[in-house]
């Protein structure tokens, strides 16, 4: 069962990295379609990107992996639940709130490193072992 629940890990991780990257393209299209796509994208990042971001944080207590795992993959979770909140700065401290794409930048960042670092609790693709 632990071994299934490092592959959901691994799974997770790599749909977190991915659901920034759609945040992202609805923050662009909010700015160059329609703003009518903000809506989307706080739904999106309080939905999506927060459900991955937990579910990621989930799966490394249940595939049992190291202390060090579990502390390198909640930098990303963490970040991701105080980003929105840069946000409420917008009118008293813009400043504040220009804040919050550079620490997108960071989530992408420390997201896509968790993931490229969770393909080590899993066994090698297959095909990919040494030949019999």
Do not use: C, E
């Amino acid at each position: 069962m632990v071994k299934w629940m490092r592959y959901g890990y691994v799974i997770f991780a790599w749909l977190f990295v991915a659901s920034i990257l759609i945040q992202v393209f609805i923050a662009g299209l909010s700015l160059f379609a329609s703003p009518l796509y903000w809506k989307d994208h706080i739904g999106f990042g309080y939905t999506v990107v927060h459900g991955m971001a937990f579910l990621t944080l989930v799966f490394v207590f249940l595939g049992r992996l190291p202390r060090p795992t579990i502390g390198r993959t909640a930098v990303p979770v963490v970040i991701s639940f105080i980003l929105p909140i840069f946000t409420f700065f917008r009118s008293n401290a813009p400043a504040v709130a220009a804040l919050h794409p550079v620490f997108a930048l960071v989530l992408f960042w420390t997201a896509l490193s968790v993931a490229r670092q969770a393909r080590v609790f899993v066994g090698p693709p297959l095909g990919t072992g040494p030949a019999v």
